[in-house]
């Protein structure tokens, strides 16, 4: 039988650059990128074997982009390319995060969360994950994970899941990305060491006009793109309670003004800016009609 031929681009990817990269690498087939969280932080990009190969020329598109490496591999080395430059970390204060191929425990004081990379956003990995688990961890300080809570454009669920260990109640994630759907029960699946049984989170696949999407909601978690989080602040103010809060980010540290401006036009109240590297997180409150 002969074996499938894979292909992995290794890419050098300035920050700025990363969010239209991403789009255009998806258009063109790509079936998984991710960013390594360990410096020099090079970015893979992965492409079917029944795909023909992109035209690296598409690249120059992106100011700053290189294409460092071009690597074929059969279907009996795609678990280990998929390993490469993924190891586990620390997040915030209080979490541990690994892989699950790694079998050792992080620190027994940290919490210990499991993650499957490549199947969707959201392995705390990046920045903005990162900086959005910060902001839960000083919510939950502050007595403010109260329920309910709705986690738009949820990936893995890794934050709705950070938010129920933290402490959070009534939280519900979707993502309008079907896969999310099998990667969230996943991610449960592989913390079941941390869950015991309960069930962290509601989950559908679909759009912020759902049905289930009801409200009040006295959290809201939306670690999207910028432009999305525009496109979404009215829908997000009317399902948001009055003083509840909201945490965006997957927003370039060099549109802070305009994310600010935008949250403060829809009735959000910015409370708190969190920056790492490229990117920042906001905390803002949804104030009183």
């Given at each position: 039988?002969?074996?499938?031929?894979?292909?992995?681009?290794?890419?050098?990817?300035?920050?700025?650059?990363?969010?239209?990269?991403c789009a255009w690498l998806e258009a063109?087939?790509?079936?998984?990128?991710?960013?390594?969280?360990?410096?020099?932080?090079?970015?893979?990009?992965?492409?079917?074997p029944d795909l023909a190969p992109p035209d690296a020329a598409g690249l120059a598109a992106f100011p700053g982009v290189c294409l460092l490496a071009a690597e074929s591999f059969g279907d009996?080395?795609?678990?280990?390319?998929?390993?490469?430059?993924?190891?586990?970390?620390?997040?915030?204060?209080?979490?541990?995060?690994?892989?699950?191929?790694?079998?050792?425990?992080?620190?027994?004081?940290?919490?210990?969360?499991?993650?499957?990379?490549?199947l969707a956003f959201g392995t705390g990995g990046h920045e903005t994950t990162?900086?959005?688990?910060?902001?839960?961890?000083?919510?939950?300080?502050?007595?403010?994970?109260q329920g309910p809570?709705?986690?738009?454009g949820a990936g893995t669920g890794i934050l709705s899941l950070a938010a129920f260990?933290?402490?959070?109640?009534?939280?519900?994630?979707f993502d309008i990305d079907p896969?999310?759907?099998?990667?969230?029960?996943?991610?449960?699946?592989?913390?079941?060491?941390?869950?015991?049984?309960?069930?962290?989170?509601?989950?559908?696949?679909?759009t912020l006009d759902h049905p289930r999407v009801t409200g009040p909601y006295m959290g809201l978690l939306a670690n999207i793109l910028l432009v999305t989080i525009q496109e979404l602040l009215p829908r997000m103010a009317e399902v948001a309670a009055p003083g509840g809060w909201l945490i965006a980010s997957g927003?370039?540290?060099?549109?802070?003004?305009?994310?600010?401006?935008?949250?403060?036009?829809?009735?959000?109240?910015?409370?708190?800016?969190?920056?790492?590297g490229e990117w920042i997180a906001i905390l803002a409150v949804r104030v009183s009609a």
């Open positions: 039988m002969v074996s499938a031929i894979h292909l992995r681009w290794k890419l050098g990817v300035p920050d700025p650059q990363e969010e239209g990269l063109v087939g790509s079936s998984a990128f991710y960013r390594e969280a360990d410096p020099p932080r090079a970015c893979y990009a992965y492409f079917p009996e080395d795609w678990l280990a390319k998929s390993r490469e430059g993924f190891g586990a970390f620390g997040v915030g204060s209080r979490f541990h995060v690994r892989p699950l191929w790694e079998q050792t425990p992080g620190p027994t004081d940290r919490i210990d969360l499991v993650v499957n990379p490549g990162r900086l959005c688990m910060t902001l839960l961890e000083e919510l939950a300080d502050a007595g403010r994970l809570v709705l986690d738009i260990l933290l402490g959070g109640q009534g939280l519900t994630a896969d999310c759907g099998p990667a969230m029960h996943e991610l449960m699946e592989l913390n079941a060491h941390l869950l015991k049984g309960a069930t962290p989170y509601a989950s559908f696949v679909g927003i370039l540290a060099e549109r802070t003004d305009e994310a600010l401006v935008s949250l403060i036009t829809q009735g959000f109240r910015p409370e708190k800016v969190l920056t790492e």
